[in-house]
């Protein structure tokens, strides 16, 4: 029985679709996942390296009355994704949304940054989001529908100090996104990222408060943004209501890179 007892107070409507969603095992990949069931959406997520709090999603999801699936899968390794998806499409008999959120960091300056750490963080970040969008591609052409959303960040945008990397990655993120887009546009699959600014994971949980207050300093909003901050913008992007919209890059940031 699928739960329809969120969507009286939303118009974003996901029942019958299925979506994978990378790094969905915890943060902002968890709350998206479990949004999306909220509207009625099949989903499987990805991780690494998280197998507890796989299994808890997972358990979460199915809560909602979805069908769902976790998967330990790297999503830089292009034959295991590729195989996954078809795996995937298997299990769930269709994928109608992608979204690369898989993400990880190695901090540092450049003058200290070594050749793995970029490395590592491009492979994940970036070729990750590459790989997967691979492996949907022609199943989307071939459905003439589809949506792919890449979980991006604002330092895409802005460039951060101590995130060479990182930085690189996520706007490289934007490249693909755009690129994508014209490609797959006359298919009807839109492809758009969402740019999150600060939001509060376990990832910036680790922050010193020194480094937390200097970041809320720059955010107009005054706030830290929450995990469904990010969902939210995903549920719309995934929605009917968002079928125009293609190439596109929404910060989700309290203001902070305008
Ligand atoms: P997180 O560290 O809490 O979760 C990362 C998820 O990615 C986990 O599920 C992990 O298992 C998975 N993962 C890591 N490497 C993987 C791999 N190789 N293959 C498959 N899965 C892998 O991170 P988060 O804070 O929730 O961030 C999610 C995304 O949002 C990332 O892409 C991150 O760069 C981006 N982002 C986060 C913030 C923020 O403030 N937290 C800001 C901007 C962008």
């Given at each position: 029985m699928l739960s329809n007892e969120h969507q009286g107070n939303t118009m974003f409507e996901l029942t019958g679709k299925t979506a994978i969603v990378t790094g969905g095992s915890r943060g902002i990949g968890k709350a998206i996942a479990l949004k999306f069931a909220d509207l009625g959406a099949n989903v499987a997520i990805m991780h690494?390296?998280?197998?507890?709090?796989?299994?808890?999603?997972k358990q979460e999801l199915e809560a909602k009355g979805v069908k769902a699936a976790a998967y330990e899968c790297d999503v830089s390794d292009f034959e295991a994704s590729?195989?996954?998806?078809?795996?995937?499409?298997?299990?769930?008999?269709?994928?109608?949304?992608?979204?690369?959120?898989?993400g990880i960091i190695r901090d540092g300056l450049m003058l200290s940054m070594k050749e793995s750490e970029f490395d590592a963080v491009i492979k994940v970040n970036l070729k990750g989001a590459f790989n997967m969008t691979k492996a949907v591609y022609q199943h989307f052409m071939r459905k003439r529908r589809g949506?792919?959303?890449?979980?991006?960040?604002?330092?895409?945008?802005t460039?951060?100090?101590?995130?060479?990397?990182?930085?690189?990655?996520?706007?490289?993120?934007?490249?693909?996104?755009?690129?994508?887009?014209?490609?797959?546009?006359s298919r009807n699959v839109t492809v758009n990222a969402i740019a999150p600014g600060f939001i509060k994971t376990d990832m910036t949980d680790s922050m010193s408060e020194q480094a937390r207050e200097?970041?809320?300093?720059?955010?107009?909003?005054?706030r830290i943004g929450?995990?469904?901050?990010?969902?939210?913008?995903a549920a719309f992007l995934a929605s009917d209501e968002a079928a125009y919209i293609t190439g596109e890059v929404i910060r989700v940031d309290g203001g902070m890179a305008m």
């Open positions: 690494v390296g998280d197998g507890d709090n796989a299994a808890a999603t590729a195989a996954l998806v078809k795996q995937i499409i298997e299990e769930f008999g269709e994928v109608h949304i992608l979204v690369n959120n898989a949506r792919i959303i890449n979980i991006s960040s604002i330092v895409g945008l460039g951060n100090v101590g995130q060479t990397n990182y930085a690189s990655a996520k706007a490289g993120m934007i490249g693909l996104t755009k690129s994508v887009a014209k490609e797959l546009g200097a970041s809320l300093a720059l955010i107009p909003m005054k929450q995990v469904e901050d990010i969902a939210n913008t």
